[in-house]
């Protein structure tokens, strides 16, 4: 069924970055303090070995946008379902719906990161703040795809048919929408994690994202802006492994 | 694009409701915070005013359901309250600040505009040629390099390395920046929108007339798309004025997405309240003015979705 060919040299590098990542997090001491002596990258302006900062501080990125996609991802699901049992239902009107397509119509309408900024402006910069944020400005996205996608099966003649013999919403929802959004949903899925390292880089850059003593790739591209004179290859250490993993997910999303 | 056309009352209808969503989550905000707010302020913002000042401006003296009209009565006298800390009025500079943006946000639509356009019609009659590549790549790049990254880069090349532009209170670098980051996505869908249209009958039948092909292409093959392409802009906005948070900050361009920011990180509620509803409201309109245009082609050529 899947005849979509991944490109390798993607799943490689997610593979070895995330690996690496992590035991560079969980070993203390860090053997890439080593690595990164060897390896002759430098220090940051506290004096912390650059290598083995942008691996772990990646790592919490990486954790953040994960668990951000996955609450996303899982809550998607949840509201698609409860849509899809308004539109069944003989009992609701068509204005429960309509309610909800306005909301998300509403959501749509202003950018992920002014609804981000104004939750790290009410909670403060924090990593329960930032998987909050990411979450609710990953969501409106993928529920407009669900829904547009669940639309389209829901009209489909089988479906009509499956519904013409007596089959009960939650039967049909199972056995025929699910399986008829869920390949467009786990395309959209690497896209999203994409999303929210994109969005974790940015708030955290602005410094209202991760907290203060934890670095993250974000305020360590925000450090890289404040050497960029004296050491621009502080931008090039923290920056180029981020464009790779967001170019890998990307391409995770490709359509072929 | 969107999943169904909508209807201009339904753009109308989003547009009050997303007012009215705004305006509740901007007055609530102050509210919404933990713990005691007048205390959060002593201990983490320079605030020299006395509790009853601060209570009294950020509307605490009274309940919610008070404060939101009488919030609402000041903003449409034109009273947007003073800042906290520097205790100057809003709402003029809310005005000078919305300029600035307005400048740069034009800057960059323009750039974008320029170079995706160029770019997209020497790529779509030529699949596989350098300018086909550009496109591809500069897609690839602008969907998986962060904001501050390619800023930062920027100035290191064309500030840095070569001092062509000076990087603060410059608006040409920001907006080179924000063009890159949306201009890739456009220059994409550009290419693909204008490549669908090179074969259709209309377009072969241009061309048996004698039609030249730069014409072809302008006539036959960008303009039919003009409708849904200005459309899609109008969705665009949203992401546009997302980044400008982004690189106002960082070439410290004093525009409404660095008050926004500014403002968050200096605890100046009235300021963030102001800002937020702004740049929403800007957002907001942007967005359903886009999707009514995209309603109106819809009605009017039936086959734009494709």
Redesign the interface.
């Known amino acids: 069924m899947n005849s979509r060919s991944v490109p390798k040299w993607s799943l490689v590098w997610l593979v070895l970055w995330i690996t690496f990542s992590g035991i560079a997090f969980f070993l203390v001491p860090s053997p890439t303090f080593e690595l990164s002596r060897a390896l002759q990258l430098g220090f940051d302006s506290f004096g912390r070995p650059l290598a083995s900062l942008v691996l772990t501080g990646s790592f919490r990125s990486l954790v953040m946008a994960l668990f951000a996609t996955l609450a996303a991802g899982s809550l998607a699901w949840l509201i698609t379902t409860i849509r899809f049992g308004l539109q069944e239902s003989t009992v609701a009107s068509a204005r429960f719906t309509r309610l909800l397509d306005?909301s998300l119509?509403?959501a749509?309408?202003?950018?992920?990161?002014?609804v981000a900024?104004?939750f790290?402006?009410?909670?403060g910069a924090g990593w329960s703040t930032l998987i909050l944020a990411l979450t609710v400005g990953s969501l409106p996205s993928l529920l407009?795809l669900l829904?547009?996608q669940a639309?389209d099966v829901r009209t489909e003649f089988y479906v009509e048919a499956a519904r013409a013999t007596g089959a009960s919403p939650m039967g049909l929802f199972v056995n025929h929408v699910l399986p008829g959004v869920w390949e467009v949903y786990a395309l959209k899925l690497p896209q999203l994690f994409?999303h929210a390292l994109?969005a974790e880089?940015?708030l955290s850059?602005?410094?209202?994202g991760a907290p203060a003593q934890s670095e993250s790739w974000?305020t360590l591209?925000?450090q890289?802006?404040n050497t960029?004179?004296e050491a621009?290859s502080v931008?090039l250490i923290v920056?180029l492994p981020?464009?790779i993993t967001?170019?890998a997910?990307?391409s995770l999303s490709e359509k072929k | 694009m969107t999943p169904s056309a909508l209807s201009s009352l339904r753009v109308l209808r989003i547009f009050l409701l997303g007012l009215v969503v705004l305006s509740i989550g901007t007055t609530l905000m102050v509210r919404a915070l933990p713990g005691d707010p007048v205390e959060l302020l002593f201990a983490e913002s320079s605030v020299t005013l006395d509790r009853a000042t601060i209570e009294a401006e950020l509307g605490l003296n009274q309940s919610a359901l008070d404060a939101i009209p009488e919030t609402w009565k000041n903003y449409l006298r034109g009273d947007w309250g003073k800042s906290l800390l520097s205790r100057e009025p809003l709402g003029p500079l809310l005005l000078q600040r919305l300029a600035r943006s307005a400048l740069l946000g034009a800057l960059a639509l323009s750039f974008a505009l320029i170079l995706s356009l160029s770019l997209a019609l020497s790529a779509a009659p030529a699949p596989g040629r350098t300018a086909d590549r550009v496109v591809s790549l500069w897609g690839a790049l602008s969907a998986s390099m962060p904001l501050p990254v390619v800023a930062l880069v920027l100035v290191l090349l064309l500030s840095l390395q070569i001092p062509i532009f000076r990087v603060s209170r410059d608006p040409i670098l920001p907006a080179f920046s924000l063009s890159f980051a949306v201009g890739g996505f456009w220059a994409r869908l550009l290419r693909d929108r204008i490549r669908q249209r090179l074969h259709h009958p209309s377009a072969v039948s241009a061309r048996a007339r004698g039609v030249s092909e730069p014409w072809v292409l302008l006539k036959y093959s960008l303009a039919p798309q003009s409708g849904a392409l200005l459309a899609y802009l109008g969705t665009q906005f949203g992401f546009l004025l997302g980044g400008s948070f982004v690189v106002e900050t960082l070439f410290d361009w004093p525009g409404l997405g660095q008050m926004v920011v500014e403002s968050i990180r200096a605890r100046d509620y009235p300021a963030t309240q102001a800002a937020v509803l702004w740049t929403g409201t800007l957002s907001l309109l942007g967005t359903c003015l886009g999707s009514w245009a995209q309603s109106r082609t819809h009605a009017k050529s039936g086959d734009s979705r494709s």
């Open positions: 306005d119509s509403i749509l309408s202003f950018p992920s990161l002014l900024l104004v790290a402006a009410v909670f407009r829904w547009s639309d994409a994109l880089a940015a850059f602005l410094g209202l974000g591209l925000a890289g802006q960029l004179i621009p931008l920056g981020l464009v967001l170019l997910l990307q």
